[in-house]
Every structure is written in structure tokens, then in C-alpha cells.
């Protein structure tokens, strides 16, 4: 039998504070544009791309743990660029930040795959997320709620890396007969499911909480499917926050998708 990860309603989310919100919307937002000005240096004859990226990073942590400072004082704060404090495993209240998912991206100019991650975990419960993607100047987020599925692909589309594609992965592309469209960062290959631009987004390949607790919390309030690959819910603010693989889908791919991972 099947098992499938426990998918709060929006009503869960709907109970979130809307200034949490809107301050995920707009921390992620300020982010991207400080990203978008550093990426201009792209442009200048002889300048190290590897710097650029590594300011990005560098930049947009301090920006987002800066404002989340401000805003959120009693607040733990996990971020991919920032040393961990474990004391956020017995705070109420955990923003979990990826100030630049897909850095690769990022440093290629006409490159828009690529993210800013900003979540908010509350009581162990994913409640918050927004997902900012500069480049094509859109902020995704938990406060848009449900989409409308277009109708379903006779041929669906499952999204994989650029770089790295994992035998799980591509036994699921194959089970499914999908077409591959190939994608820069986590966030920007969830937001494509969520978009309806594909139908699954599955990974296999090793990721951190950093990696999934915004989109995966955009995805959910959207009404896609969300689990790891066996079904099993995504669980966030762990001592190790190792979180290696992840399913979004459409629902109607779900139980296809679990069954094919599980061999």
C-alpha cells in the first residue's frame, strides 16, 4: 500500500499571520533586486563570474537575516550561508532561508532559473513561504493559494537538472513516458509545476531544508502533491537538516509517481 504524506488544508495555511506572509513576499522580493543589480556586473569586460555568485550569496543572506532581524527579533533563523545555531530546535517560531537556490544560474547572464527561498516554520509546521524569482520578476507565494490545473498533458513533462540526473528520476521519466525539460534550481523547478509549465518534479540527488521548505510550501498551498519520494511527509527544523529528496506533482501523478520511486 501506498503512503502518503500528511497535506495540510488551506485553512492551515489561511491561519498563518498575513504580516508573516507579506514579509516572506517582500524580504524574498528586496533579495532578488539586490541579486538583479549584482548580476549586472555580468556584463562588464572582465569581471570573475565566480565573485558574482559568491557576493550573491554572501549579500542576500545578510540582507534577508538583516531584515528578519528587524522584523522578527525573537525569531531562530536557519540559512544555507549562515553558521547554524541549534538553538532554533526548541524555538517556536524558524525561518528557514536560501538566499540564492541555483547560484550556477545565477552567474550565466541570460539565465532566470534560479531563486531566493524564504519559509517560515511555526510549532514544527510549514506554514509560510515565498519564492522570488528576479529574473522573471515574479514573487510566488503562499498567500495566492490554489490554482486552476490546465487539462492534463496526454504526454507529461517531468522537469530535471541541467547537470545531474539521478536513476530514480529518470526511471520515473521513463515509467511515465514523459518529456524532459531541462531546469536550473529546485525553486525554479517547483514553481514550474506550480505554473502548470510541467507536471512532476521529482529529486533524488541530496538537498537541505534550505532547498525545499519555500517552494515546497508554495506547492502545497497551491494543491499539488508534495511528499519525499516514499510518500513520507517533509519534516523541517531537524537537528540535521539533511533533507535529500522531494516530490511535487500534480495530484493526478501522485500515486503513479510513489509507485515507480518505491521500486
Same mark, same amino acid.
Given at each position: 500500500m501506498t503512503t502518503r504524506a500528511v497535506t495540510p488544508t488551506t485553512s492551515d495555511? *489561511? !491561519?498563518a499571520s498575513g504580516a508573516d506572509s507579506l514579509a516572506a513576499v517582500e524580504i524574498a522580493t528586496e533579495a532578488g %533586486?539586490?541579486?538583479l543589480d549584482l548580476r549586472e556586473?555580468?556584463?562588464t569586460p572582465g569581471v570573475d563570474a565566480a565573485e558574482i555568485r559568491a557576493a550573491g550569496d554572501r549579500? !542576500?543572506?545578510?540582507?534577508?537575516t538583516?531584515?528578519?532581524?528587524?522584523?522578527?527579533?525573537?525569531? *531562530? $533563523?536557519?540559512s544555507e550561508e549562515g553558521a547554524d545555531d541549534l538553538a532554533r530546535l526548541g524555538a517556536e517560531r524558524v525561518w528557514i532561508v536560501d538566499p540564492l537556490d541555483g547560484t550556477r544560474e545565477f552567474g550565466e547572464a541570460d539565465r532566470a532559473d534560479w531563486a531566493v527561498h524564504v519559509a517560515l516554520v511555526e510549532r514544527g509546521a510549514l506554514t509560510v513561504g515565498a519564492v522570488?524569482?528576479?529574473? *522573471?520578476? $515574479?514573487?510566488? !507565494?503562499?498567500?495566492?493559494?490554489p490554482v486552476d490545473l490546465l487539462p492534463l498533458r496526454v504526454v507529461p513533462r517531468v522537469v530535471v537538472s541541467r547537470t545531474r540526473r539521478p536513476a530514480p528520476v529518470m526511471e520515473l521519466a521513463a515509467a511515465l513516458d514523459a518529456e524532459l525539460v531541462e531546469m536550473g534550481s529546485a525553486? *525554479? %523547478?517547483?514553481?514550474? $509545476?506550480?505554473?502548470?509549465?510541467?507536471? $512532476?518534479?521529482?529529486?533524488a540527488g541530496g538537498q537541505y531544508e534550505w532547498d525545499s521548505a519555500a517552494p515546497v510550501a508554495v506547492a502545497r498551498a497551491a494543491g499539488l502533491h508534495v511528499s519525499r519520494i516514499d510518500g513520507s511527509e517533509l519534516v523541517y527544523n531537524q537537528e540535521n537538516p539533511w533533507l535529500p529528496d522531494l516530490l511535487i506533482c500534480r495530484p493526478e501523478w501522485a500515486d503513479k509517481a510513489l509507485e515507480v520511486l518505491a521500486r
Open positions: 495555511f *489561511a !491561519s %533586486k539586490l541579486l556586473g555580468l556584463a549579500r !542576500s543572506h545578510e540582507l534577508i538583516g531584515l528578519l532581524r528587524e522584523r522578527f527579533p525573537q525569531d *531562530a $533563523v536557519l522570488a524569482m528576479p529574473a *522573471a520578476g $515574479v514573487t510566488y !507565494s503562499t498567500m495566492d493559494g525553486g *525554479a %523547478k517547483a514553481m514550474a $509545476v506550480v505554473r502548470g509549465d510541467v507536471d $512532476v518534479y521529482a529529486h
